[in-house]
């Protein structure tokens, strides 16, 4: 996500749902939506970089769908905000025979809808100087509620870690006002609908999607609602299959 004003995406809990391990089957088309860190990542051992690359490995996706611009992704940018990208992202695609998709927009509509977003926070610190400035501490006290509660790399796709990101993005919703929320459906919009056709363009291949803890639920129900079927319940996954992949091949993973 952008900023902690702007990209606070996230949605109500998901529904779970059981899935079969990934050597089980050598053709499938399930579809797994993690949610990264960001510059979390050093400060949570359960979920350090080491984690996210052995998670990317062991599903082995045909298509990764990811948090960034179309020029960041084809020119390998860096990535302000999002360190996993070049700590372990781009060099595992120098390695991996797999699609990338990006999921954030580029050009005149990033620079239309973040426009939009940023002066409606803006317009909140000259109204509410003081509503700002708890937003921003808000968003501080909920990472830290987080780096507790986190134990496992599964709890990061918990409906907890949903639920208390959602909380922070409706004190935005209630602050900033209708026109960062509209703002914010915009870009949800537009980055779901990048997921729903990466899944539409490749019906009979693996999916992996990359957004953060903040944005993963959200992700994960517009998946859910288009083809239940293909769904994975990413915490599931992670305590299911994680563990043994970071122990297993670790050492063997490109970096």
């Known amino acids: 996500m952008r900023s902690t004003y702007f990209l606070a995406l996230l949605m109500m809990p998901f529904l779970a749902a059981g899935s079969a391990p990934a050597s089980a089957m050598a053709s499938d088309n399930r579809v797994l939506v993690i949610g990264a860190l960001h510059d979390l990542h050093g400060r949570e051992p359960a979920f350090g970089y080491d984690r996210l690359r052995a ?8 298509v990764l769908v ?8 084809a020119e390998r940018k860096a990535t302000p905000g999002r360190p996993e990208y070049p700590a372990v992202i781009w060099p595992l695609l120098a390695h991996m025979k797999v699609e990338t998709v990006a999921m954030e927009p580029g050009g005149e509509d990033f620079e239309a809808i973040t426009g939009e977003a940023g002066a409606a926070f803006e317009t909140l610190k000259r109204r509410n100087p003081g509503g700002a ?46 026109a960062f929320a509209a703002a914010q459906t915009r870009w949800e919009n537009y980055m779901s609908g990048q ?7 490749h019906p009979g291949g693996r999916v992996m999607v ?8 959200m992700l994960e129900r517009a998946v859910r609602e288009a083809a239940p079927q293909r769904a994975i319940n990413a915490q599931n996954w992670f305590e299911r299959m994680a563990p043994a992949a970071a122990i297993a091949g670790e050492a063997q993973l490109p970096r």
Do not use: C
């Open 55 to 62: 998670a990317i490995v062991d599903f082995a996706p045909d």
């Open 210 to 217: 990359i957004g953060s803890h903040k944005n993963r639920a």
């Open 133 to 178: 400035a708890a937003l921003s501490r808000l968003d501080t006290a909920a990472e830290d509620i987080l780096l507790v509660y986190w134990q496992r790399a599964g709890q990061v796709q918990d409906e907890t870690t949903a639920a208390l990101a959602a909380g922070v993005q409706a004190a935005q919703f209630a602050l900033a006002g209708p």
């Open 195 to 201: 997921v729903l056709h990466a899944m539409r363009s």
């Open 66 to 73: 990811l948090e960034v611009r179309p020029d960041e992704l």
